[in-house]
């Protein structure tokens, strides 16, 4: 296609030239440019650092220069090159889903690490997204009965897409929180949307212009989906069933009271590596 060949260092020196009015912060622009590369390459960044003179074919290189200029376009790098790592995996991502958070992988690791001894249980993620929660915990401990729910078709969409590659044994409901979900389960674990209107001005304009809306935000100063749930939680967790929730940093002891009002159960609040409150669990006792 092209006459003139490529290394990998002239293709990432273009990147770089290309993104420096957009992106200001060097090292920040060198991490994106690296992130496309290894991505889309399969590689990790040692093998990247190690074949920088290694000639870049032309398909990865158009397909390069087309995430960067969706990138100069404020797309996120996780959109622009079509996956996003979690837990050691990739995952599907597009504007249809958040793209996954580290804080989040702590809420996993949270769970596995409970269950470390347990075969057989059954799971559900409320509000799956891409499927990164209920599609890992699924792929590590492949005899549980995992079920992933979302409001949107399109988020399930990209859910399915991701378990196909990863656990294809998980199953799918489209549902409001609990309004289609039969039965009881052992562990219930989410990430809903938690954030409150008025920290929109706090938050990177990528986020609000990529990322979907309906995924973000809540009434209530973020807390209304966890005021949805907590009524409804003890009828689908089984007895001595735990739920699982990420939360906002700001959210610990609002969320922590609510949750207690529940009868017959204890509530544990769980920082994140930062020290942030980011967890919440919540064991019935009986």
Request: glycine share 6%.
């Amino acid at each position: 296609m092209f006459d003139e060949q490529w290394t990998i260092q002239a293709v990432s020196d273009w990147g770089n030239w290309q993104l420096e009015p957009y992106l200001q912060d060097e090292t920040e622009r060198q991490a994106q440019i690296d992130y496309l590369l290894t991505g889309m390459l399969d590689w990790n960044y040692s093998q990247l650092a190690n074949n920088l003179n290694t000639i870049l074919e032309d398909d990865l290189r158009v397909r390069f220069m087309v995430a960067v200029d969706a990138i100069k376009g404020g797309q996120p790098v996780q959109y622009a090159l079509g996956h996003a790592a979690f837990y050691g995996r990739e995952f599907t991502v597009d504007q249809r889903v958040l793209i996954p958070r580290q804080e989040t992988e702590e809420l996993v690791d949270w769970v596995l690490r409970d269950y470390a001894k347990t075969d057989q249980l059954a799971l559900l993620d409320i509000g799956t997204g891409s499927g990164a929660i209920a599609v890992t915990l699924a792929a590590e401990k492949p005899n549980w009965k995992v079920t992933a729910s979302d409001i949107s078709a399109d988020a399930l969409a990209v859910a399915q897409a991701n378990a196909k590659q990863y656990a294809p044994q998980v199953s799918f409901l489209e549902s409001d929180l609990f309004e289609n979900i039969p039965g009881q389960y052992d562990v219930i674990i989410s990430n809903p949307p938690y954030i409150a209107e008025n920290e929109r001005s706090q938050m990177d304009d990528s986020v609000l212009s990529y990322e979907p809306q309906q995924a973000l935000f809540a009434d209530d100063d973020g807390l209304a989906i966890y005021a949805a749930i907590a009524p409804e939680l003890l009828a689908h967790l089984k007895p001595q069933g735990v739920a699982y929730f990420e939360i906002g940093y700001q959210q610990g002891s609002a969320l922590t009271e609510l949750f207690s009002r529940l009868p017959e159960t204890t509530v544990t609040l769980q920082q994140d590596m930062s020290g942030h409150d980011r967890m919440l669990k919540v064991a019935r006792k009986g």
